[in-house]
Structures are given as structure tokens and as C-alpha cells.
């Protein structure tokens, strides 16, 4: 099974930018579908951006703007460019990926990093 490890987080003030990189054991193009979660303290995990098997992108509606979703497959490595930070995207944020229709559709991801901390200060 695929190994995900996150880095890049950290804290920044609000306005700034951030860049999380997940990188993966194993190929992942076009065998995976891959996305980033955020969960902060007492509320639910949300998906903020996820990429499909065939390179389709979504995101959050939150985010939409001011996120982008990226691979380098040479490195197998996902990214999440953030930018315009605000004090609401304060999360631990998790790299995941799944490999069937059904849990890629649903965003019910199969494995996951132990996740990066950002924290976004006014």
C-alpha cells in the first residue's frame, strides 16, 4: 500500500502563503486519486482539494481562488500551493489517496499521511 509523508507546514500571517508537498512510495499518476483534508480543532474533516485518476481537479469552495492543487509525477509528489492565507485555514492538513471509483467519488480516501500543521495568524 502507498506510504504518504506531508511536510511544509508551518505558521504564517494572514495574507501569506504556504506550500504543502506530499510525497508518495509508489507512482501514483493515473493509478490513484489524491487530495488534501484539513481538520481543525472540533469541527469535521473536509476535503480542500482532491485530483482525480485522469488529472480532474476540485476544490473547496473556501478555497477556490486561493488553493491549488499540483503533481510532480517524476517525484511523486502531490503539492497544495496556498496563498492569501486566512485565519479560518488554520488545520492540521492531510495528504490522502485512494485507488477505486467508489472511495475517490465519495472522497472517502483509503491512506493517509500523518499530517502538517498550519496555522494562519491575524
Known amino acids: 500500500q502507498v506510504q504518504l509523508v506531508e511536510s511544509g507546514g508551518g505558521s504564517v500571517q494572514s495574507g501569506g502563503s504556504l506550500r504543502l508537498s506530499c510525497t508518495a512510495s509508489?507512482?501514483?499518476?493515473?493509478?490513484?486519486?489524491m487530495g488534501w483534508f484539513r481538520q481543525a480543532p472540533g469541527q469535521e474533516r473536509e476535503a480542500v482539494a482532491t485530483?482525480?485518476?485522469?488529472?480532474?481537479?476540485d476544490y473547496a469552495g473556501s478555497v477556490k481562488g486561493r488553493f491549488t492543487i499540483s503533481q510532480d509525477n517524476a517525484k511523486n509528489t502531490l503539492y497544495l500551493q496556498m496563498n492569501s492565507l486566512k485565519p479560518e485555514d488554520t488545520a492540521m492538513y492531510y495528504c490522502?489517496?485512494?485507488?477505486?471509483?467508489?472511495?475517490?467519488?465519495?472522497?472517502?480516501?483509503?491512506?493517509w499521511g500523518q499530517g502538517t500543521q498550519v496555522t494562519v495568524s491575524s
Open positions: 485530483v482525480e485518476k485522469d488529472g480532474t481537479t
Open positions: 490522502a489517496a485512494s485507488r477505486t471509483i467508489l472511495t475517490c467519488e465519495r472522497k472517502e480516501y483509503t491512506f
Open positions: 509508489e507512482y501514483t499518476s493515473r493509478n490513484y486519486c
